[in-house]
């Protein structure tokens, strides 16, 4: 007969191994060198060998996000690439080629992929969009429950597929979602399950995207080995923001993250940040370019200034990954998000260069 003690013995080591599954603990993978990143956006066409990402080079970056893209379905939820609307690197060869390419130049890699959601059609009388009135991916709630399993089912063969290629290719940081708000906010046990299943096939560290009006919704952090923040708070009404009046308005964001890393014991990635070089660039981060904007540097400058001040050497902040770095050279007075050939490529490299002593101390 099983002694007592050794009964308890088995008990105490079953609840530990419980416990490293439900909340693993903070892998020191990432831990040793900040993150100084790029969300990297390929070539959009076909081809053979992607020389060189320069980032390293340009503004010393150390870490590239390779970003896979599929297109998710209004009505089947179904993710597919779309060639004729996708660049050739968001598909499958054109993923490998950037990992390829950035691992031959020395740059770990995260693989965030993304799912957009398609736009909606104009409908003729009784047609039923099963997506609703959701516009934007963090929008999506199938109106029913069966459609919530089909686009779980989807969503699940795509990462675990994309499992299988972080973990062939030794990839170091694997985002499994991108600002899928109502997704993971009402379907956590999906979310649990996809965690358990993507760490039987991955062996490196795991995060999720959450945006920036989710991240403080989000339940599922201890599941993660970080937080992960796509950073477009709105920072200022400018036309021409300040970076002391940015930085200020960041003091009251910053509190809430940092305090949510205390409670999770997990440090923060800031997945994506970056702003635009056009006036009230910091009003509303997300906005894309539109046809009317005019360029402003200034603005662009200030914004990543005051953001690098508030965050880039805090201890429980790992790093982050800029929005983003252009596999094609542009001209500095582009208004997207692009930061290649503009001003505000030395700010960057002053922050990416090396530690700094002129951030804001909590």
Known sequence: MMSRQLFHIIVIIVLLGTVSTIAPAQKSTLKNQRINGVNYLGPMYQVSEIHSISAKETIHSNWVSVVPVRLIGRNDFKLTYDAQRLRWSEGHDGILESIRAAKAEGYKVML????????????????????????????????????????ENNYRDYIIELSHVAEIHQIELFCIGTELREFIINREEFWKQLITEVRSIYSGDITYSANWDEYDKVRLWSYFDYIGIDAYFPVSDEAIPTEKNAMKSWRKIKKEIKRISQFENRQVIFTEYGYRNVPYAGSRPWIHPQQQDVSNHIAQNNLYTAFYRSFWNENWVAGGFLWIWDYHSSDAHTTGFSVNNKPVIDV????????????EID
Do not use: F, M, T, V
Request: charged share 30%; proline share 8%; glycine share 8%.
């Open 112 to 151: 965030k992929p993304h799912a957009i959601l398609e736009k909606k059609p104009n409908y003729s009388a009784g047609q039923r969009d099963k997506a609703g009135d959701a516009i934007w991916r963090g929008d999506l709630s199938p109106i029913e429950e069966s459609d919530w399993i089909i686009l």
């Open 348 to 359: 960057i490299r002053h922050w990416y260069g090396y530690p700094n002593d002129d951030n």
